[in-house]
């Protein structure tokens, strides 16, 4: 076989294995054969992406606890002899994952961070709120605001769908990034990324800065959703924080592909030392999407 096949014939076999496994768990994660020539950061994508669940199953799992939480509280109160208006989830859970704050793993090439949708969703709740005959904001008597308390107390949160081995598999993914960010070659790659997001009219010198910078343009959704909507400093922040995920993708491209390709051979082993705990993860994701 000429190299030039043995490294397509490693792409493909691990791009195989872990696409087939988040689709159909009962696949093996076990890669053999050639690895040469792995995309590093397809790999990573799809070995979290096992892990955290996709945007879709984030959002699921987390409206499925707030509906919970809100049920119980509602059924609550109404035995106390109140109306409660429930909160709907935020759907929070479908934005940006950025494990240990690195840089290397924020999602990359996306039109925005998710921080329109957030403040939208905020401020479509408080807007709901301030409807007629909605319960929670409009209602302060202390009898209400006591039995809200004991309510919430009562119920309580249910914790986070979470695989059993996530936490502990993405902990050692953050440490083989940290690791690679620490590299002189990467650790330069970084630093230039934090220049060109400059020179782009963003004063920032890593994602998390710059996804704090484009949140706080936003302004305080309080007025409900019809007015912030409307009004002229919203559309400013929502065309701010396309100019800033367009930047990013432009200045990052070159550090997330250094370091994956430095990652590429660490994440066949990883993926070979955790095929089970891999598989599981997969499958407790598939069973969770089945209910």
């Given at each position: 076989m000429r190299p030039t096949i043995a490294l397509a014939a490693g792409v493909a076999a691990l791009t195989a294995v872990l696409a087939a496994c988040v689709e159909a768990p009962g696949a093996s994660f076990q890669v053999?054969?050639?690895?040469g020539g792995i995309d590093g950061a397809a790999t990573y994508d799809r070995i979290i992406t096992v892990l955290r669940g996709t945007d879709d199953d984030r959002l699921t799992a987390e409206a499925r606890m707030t509906a919970?939480?809100?049920?119980?509280?509602?059924?609550?109160?109404?035995?106390?002899?109140?109306?409660?208006?429930?909160?709907?989830?935020?759907?929070?859970?479908?934005?940006?994952?950025?494990?240990?704050?690195?840089?290397?793993?924020?999602?990359?090439?996306?039109?925005?961070?998710?921080?329109?949708?957030?403040?939208?969703?905020?401020?479509?709740?408080?807007?709901?709120?301030?409807?007629?005959?909605?319960?929670v904001l409009h209602d302060d008597t202390p009898q209400y605001a006591r039995s809200l308390r004991d309510c919430t107390s009562s119920i309580g949160s249910p914790e986070p769908f979470t695989p059993t081995h996530a936490v502990d598999l993405a902990g050692q993914l953050e440490a083989m990034f940290t690791a690679i960010e620490a590299r002189p070659e990467v650790a330069?790659?970084?630093?230039?990324?934090?220049?060109?997001?400059?020179?782009?009219?963003?004063?920032?010198?890593?994602?998390?800065?710059?996804?704090?910078?484009?949140?706080?343009?936003?302004?305080?959704?309080?007025?409900?959703?019809?007015?912030?909507?409307?009004?002229?400093?919203?559309?400013?922040?929502?065309?701010?924080?396309?100019?800033?995920?367009?930047?990013?993708?432009?200045?990052?491209?070159?550090?997330?592909?250094?370091?994956?390709?430095?990652?590429?051979?660490q994440l066949v082993e990883f993926t070979n030392a955790n095929a089970a705990q891999l598989q599981q993860a997969a499958t407790e994701w598939a069973a969770r999407r089945d209910q």
């Open positions: 053999t054969g050639p690895t919970t939480t809100q049920d119980g509280i509602a059924a609550c109160m109404a035995q106390a002899g109140f109306g409660y208006t429930k909160t709907p989830s935020q759907g929070q859970a479908g934005g940006p994952h950025t494990p240990g704050n690195l840089t290397t793993l924020a999602p990359l090439g996306a039109r925005d961070f998710g921080i329109t949708d957030a403040q939208w969703a905020a401020a479509w709740i408080v807007h709901m709120f301030k409807q007629p005959g909605a319960k330069a790659k970084l630093a230039a990324y934090g220049d060109c997001i400059t020179a782009s009219g963003f004063a920032a010198a890593d994602y998390v800065s710059l996804y704090a910078l484009v949140r706080d343009k936003f302004a305080q959704v309080s007025d409900g959703w019809a007015q912030f909507s409307q009004s002229q400093h919203w559309k400013d922040a929502m065309a701010y924080e396309q100019r800033a995920a367009a930047a990013d993708t432009t200045c990052r491209a070159d550090l997330r592909r250094t370091a994956m390709q430095i990652a590429a051979p």
